[in-house]
């Protein structure tokens, strides 16, 4: 089977309520739909994330595509490594991930639908029969919040997820809330980089009083030695988020102890198998590994299901996205968690079937979409 066509849609998504975390409110975003065509027929789909506005992950994309045309998609090593050293990413090996991810995704659902089998199958098989996922709270008050964390409670999640660094008396007041309306509830709390070393130290201090399972990514990105710095500081769990992409990030975290918990997507580490390598490098340092959930359609969200259920160093109280847009573009399966959980997806490849009409309503809105407000 040989490579003949790779196709780019940039589809612009939706909130369906504005999305609040630290320093910013988000309506939506853009990601890139990238289809992987053969000479056998066989169609293979990914996206590619934070692409907003989406032009330069399309030029990207268009760039390394000629690499593919003629190759086999089972050369994803190769292919990958190839695209990363000949496409234009020299200094820029996180934005390279960000842009491939949804190349390899699509080679990997050409390789399951052309094997009549989901991907787990290709990655180690099952490790565990279902992924468990957090309620994600949204809101800007408290009130707003501690309506959502009801409804997280009520839905059956038993990890519930909000974020803080909104400023230190909003973070006491919301945190104070949903604790209060989530009971005994496993809590996560993400800073999203919120706080310099001296500030995380004294307000993970504060929020200790509300037993967060860990707090997440609480100082700035590039700094590996400010997270460390905090997490031996105090007595709370800390996860590594923004400072890591790659499976060299990985391996340095778990080098100087400077996480208790790495949160990654696959658009991070440039796909599944990276992902998957990663994710042994953490398991060596017997860390375990949270999925990052990024502006994403529930093609991702299948695909990292995929790829976690091959998983033995998964935490549970996954994070997940697709269920906050307006435009669900899957036509199937139902990826709604059920007390928290998703099972096996049995469909060949990836596992899913695009919405094809929906698809044609997000392309329509990429052009005039703002993603961003700084509140
Ligand atoms: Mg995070």
Redesign the pocket.
Known sequence: MKITAIKTTPLGLLFKEPYHWAGHCDFGGHVVVVEVQTDEGIVGIGESSDASPPDGTVAFLRGVSEQFIGESPFDIERLLRQARCLGGFSYTPWFANLVLTGLEMALWDVIGKSMGCPVYQLLGGVYREEVDYFGFLQGNTADELTRSAEDAVAAGFSVIYMKVGRGEERDMANVAAVRDGIGDRRLRL?A?EAWDVGTAIRMINRLARFEPEFV??PTPAHSIPALKQVKDAVGVPIAA??CVFTVADVYEICRQRAADVI?LSIHETGGLLAFKKAAAVAEAAGIAICL?GRMVTGITDCAQHQVALTLPNLTDGNQIMHQLITEDILAAPDITPRKGKIGLLERPGLGFELDRDAIERAKARSGDLRPTQAI
């Open positions: 993400d999203n997440e990514q988020d923004q949160v990052h």
